[in-house]
């Protein structure tokens, strides 16, 4: 099964820029699809920035402009550089990948994922 780490969270202030990395692990039997998603307790869960099969980013109106998605070919490695964060963005961070390359790219707030990891906090103060 394939599992998922994140790491990169952290505290920064307003403005500031964090990189998060997904590092996948496991048997790849078929393709999948990527995305980070985040989630504050009590909020449902928000799609932030996937990848869809042809490897174009899809973003959150939220945070276009300030976040880019990207992956490491050879490894599968998924990142998130978010710059000019700003306190609204404090959540926990998870990435998330599906062999349903379609649903991943909606970055659908209730879609059952196949892979997620244990999350990465970020906080941004103001």
């Known amino acids: 099964r394939i599992q998922l780490v994140e790491s990169g969270g952290g505290s920064v202030q307003a403005g500031g820029s964090l990189r998060l990395s997904c590092k996948p692990s496991?048997?790849?039997?078929?393709?999948?699809?990527m995305g980070w998603f985040r989630q504050v307790p009590g909020k449902e869960r928000e799609g932030v920035a996937a990848?869809?099969?042809?490897?174009?980013?899809r973003y959150a109106d939220v945070v276009k402009g300030r976040f880019t998605i990207s992956q490491d070919k050879t490894t599968n490695t998924l990142y998130l550089q978010m710059d000019n964060l700003m306190p609204e963005d404090t959540a926990m961070y998870h990435c998330?990948?599906?062999?349903?390359?379609?649903?991943?790219?909606?970055?659908?707030?209730?879609?059952?994922?196949?892979?997620w990891g244990q999350g990465t906090q970020v906080t941004v103060s103001s």
């Open positions: 496991g048997p790849t039997l078929s393709k999948y699809c």
């Open positions: 990848l869809d099969e042809d490897g174009t980013p």
């Open positions: 998330a990948g599906d062999h349903d390359c379609v649903t991943i790219a909606t970055m659908s707030s209730t879609y059952p994922f196949n892979y």
